[in-house]
């Protein structure tokens, strides 16, 4: 909610957190909760993530290919985010594992779909593990969420044909080993939420 700031000047931005289900247009000075029902499935942004209003969608589908960086398995489903304008802030996105079985010396980790080059790519940095779903959170970065590889409209990998309508940044969990991120010479990362 959008008023004059205590002692008058400049706007303030709204502290709660608003919950919406499936698609929403978000004004920047709301936080909100974009989720699927009957799933931990989730995207948080902050107040003032995006710089103007903005559409906001997201979906599930299955795994379909793409090679991984490090090797790894896929550990979900594919979470498609969807959204019209520059991120400004980064991002907290949980993603439901297909499994909660825990393998000695191995971890799951976010990873985002370069389309470009049919690749996932690993989001080193700060992640949690929700006690009660088992889904996985992580911040993802605006370096990632702003990336031309994330979402494009055209100029992706041939295996990506369908998925090349600007429709979406794709992401999903993979089993890697607990040292991934500090073994990986291409760590994305940085910049937490704030």
Same mark, same amino acid.
């Given at each position: 909610?959008?008023?004059?700031?205590?002692?008058?000047?400049?706007?303030?931005?709204?502290?709660?957190?608003t919950?919406?289900? &499936?698609?929403?247009?978000?004004?920047?000075?709301?936080?909100?909760?974009?989720?699927?029902?009957?799933?931990?499935?989730?995207?948080?942004?902050?107040? !003032?993530?995006?710089?103007?209003?903005?559409?906001?969608?997201? +979906?599930?589908?299955?795994?379909?290919?793409?090679?991984?960086?490090?090797? &790894?398995?896929?550990? +979900?489903? /594919?979470?498609? $985010? $969807?959204?019209d304008?520059?991120?400004?802030?980064?991002?907290?996105?949980?993603?439901?594992?297909?499994?909660?079985?825990?393998?000695?010396?191995?971890?799951?980790?976010?990873?985002?779909?370069?389309?470009?080059?049919?690749e996932?790519?690993?989001?080193? &940095?700060?992640?949690?593990?929700?006690?009660?779903?088992?889904?996985?959170?992580? /911040?993802?970065?605006?370096? /990632?969420?702003?990336?031309?590889?994330?979402?494009?409209s055209?100029?992706?990998?041939?295996?990506?044909?369908?998925?090349?309508? &600007?429709?979406?940044g794709?992401?999903?969990?993979?089993?890697?080993?607990?040292?991934?991120?500090?073994?990986?010479?291409?760590?994305?990362? !940085?910049? !937490?939420?704030?």
């Amino acid at each position: 909610i959008l008023g004059p700031a205590e002692g008058g000047g400049a706007p303030s931005f709204d502290t709660t957190v608003t919950e919406y289900f &499936g698609e929403a247009n978000i004004s920047p000075t709301v936080a909100a909760s974009l989720s699927l029902v009957g799933t931990a499935m989730k995207v948080v942004m902050l107040a !003032g993530t995006f710089a103007s209003e903005v559409t906001v969608k997201i +979906s599930v589908k299955a795994f379909s290919g793409g090679s991984v960086q490090g090797g &790894g398995t896929v550990a +979900s489903q /594919v979470l498609t $985010f $969807f959204f019209d304008q520059p991120a400004v802030k980064a991002i907290l996105l949980s993603i439901d594992p297909s499994s909660r079985r825990r393998q000695a010396g191995t971890d799951l980790f976010t990873h985002w779909l370069n389309k470009k080059t049919n690749e996932w790519t690993i989001v080193c &940095g700060e992640k949690e593990v929700d006690p009660s779903t088992g889904a996985i959170s992580t /911040v993802i970065p605006t370096n /990632v969420l702003n990336s031309p590889d994330l979402n494009p409209s055209s100029g992706c990998a041939a295996a990506l044909a369908d998925d090349c309508e &600007g429709d979406g940044g794709q992401f999903a969990l993979f089993r890697l080993p607990s040292d991934a991120c500090t073994a990986s010479e291409t760590v994305t990362g !940085g910049g !937490g939420l704030s």
